[in-house]
């Protein structure tokens, strides 16, 4: 089966700073990908060359097994987009909004029922967007991303502006359109919501693909998965905690974080951090959640990489982005 996304040693640099390095990627029929990084990560930039709103500097890029330079049109027809920073007309209603995207797309969706389903209110509908909360305008974007069922969902950051309620009804409407087989690709800082959805995860850091897999092979990967939380009287010695080396200890305060496979004894591993002089006080178990896979894979690197996060870029270089307008 033709991948719906596939990208291979996909790279842009923007002067000093590569933004996406060598990234090689595919995105399955009917998956619900979570596409994760801090912030400068290369997400956004990545989304953009699947859109071709950026050209790469090295690589391939393939939606649908089409080259976005060439077939951008065929490939908009079958896929929604919810940009980063929506960009809505504040003059125009959301109706009109909708309508707009109903006439591009040729599509027999109904404004009113896409209202409902983003639970954007019928009256707001008739007023102008600059009015619009932001909330209310992620809903709008949301909703002419949904016209015309698409097979490709792209959602850039969809939780953006939207309070607890707007983000369970995210990810209520990314299940349903999983549900009648779209494939959604989306991007988000919020992990627990990544969590509650996604088949599968990318970890972006840098603009280099650190894993991806499923949240519970990651967890694996994570020597287990399992955490062990321990609070310590007395001073506390990181060199000689790092010394045991069969798991991996986060140092704050009084408090550890251990990250250790299932099969680690808990006595044991009590008894060897005792022996590095403190008093184990308070001790509790829990499996990795995603926020601890996403610090694993995020802090590490050499700060000196070419491909630093906000690396000063100057102003100059922001013109290498290649605009193009589907
Ligand atoms: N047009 C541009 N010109 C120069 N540098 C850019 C440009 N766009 C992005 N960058 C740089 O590329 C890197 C990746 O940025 P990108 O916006 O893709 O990250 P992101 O993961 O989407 O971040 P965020 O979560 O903050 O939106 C950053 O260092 C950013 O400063």
Redo the contacts with the bound molecule.
């Keep these: 089966m033709t991948p719906v996304i596939e990208t291979s040693g996909l790279t842009k640099q923007?002067g000093e700073?590569r933004?996406v390095s060598d990234l090689t990627l595919t995105v399955k029929p009917g998956e619900v990908f979570g596409f994760l990084?801090p912030?400068?990560?290369?997400?956004?930039?990545t989304i953009d060359m699947l859109l071709d709103y950026v050209r790469p500097t090295a690589g391939t890029v393939r939606v649908f097994g089409l080259d976005p330079r060439a077939d951008i049109k065929e490939i908009h027809a079958r896929m929604g987009v919810l940009p980063?920073g929506v960009a809505l007309y504040d003059r125009l209603t959301g109706r009109h909004h909708l309508e707009f995207a109903i006439g591009v797309k040729g599509a027999d969706d109904t404004v009113e029922d896409l209202l409902d389903r983003v639970s954007l209110d019928r009256v707001a509908a008739t007023r102008r967007v600059g009015s619009y909360s932001r909330g209310m305008r992620q809903r709008l974007a949301l909703a002419m991303a949904l016209v015309g069922s698409p097979d490709l969902l792209v959602l850039d950051e969809p939780q953006n502006g939207l309070d607890p309620h707007g983000m369970r009804e995210m990810r209520d409407i990314i299940c349903a359109e999983a549900d009648r087989g779209a494939t959604v690709f989306f991007s988000s800082?919020i992990l627990s919501e990544v969590e509650a959805v996604a088949d599968r995860v990318g970890i972006?850091n840098r603009g280099v693909l650190v894993a991806v897999d499923s949240i519970d092979s990651l967890r694996t990967d994570l020597e287990g998965g399992v955490i062990v939380d321990l609070v310590v009287e007395g001073a506390v010695d990181e060199d000689a905690l790092a010394a045991i080396d069969y798991v991996t200890i986060g140092v704050v305060g009084q408090s550890l974080t251990v990250e250790c496979s299932q099969d680690v004894q808990k006595s044991a591993l009590i008894a060897d951090i005792e022996a590095t002089g403190v008093t184990v006080t308070d001790v509790g178990t829990r499996r990795a959640s995603l926020e601890d896979l996403f610090t694993a894979f995020t802090t590490d690197v050499d700060s000196t990489d070419q491909s630093t996060?906000?690396a000063g870029?100057p102003e100059s270089?922001?013109d290498?982005?290649q605009e193009v307008t589907a």
């Design positions: 923007y700073v933004a990084g912030n400068g990560a290369g997400k956004s930039t980063d800082h972006m996060v906000g870029v270089e922001t290498e982005t």
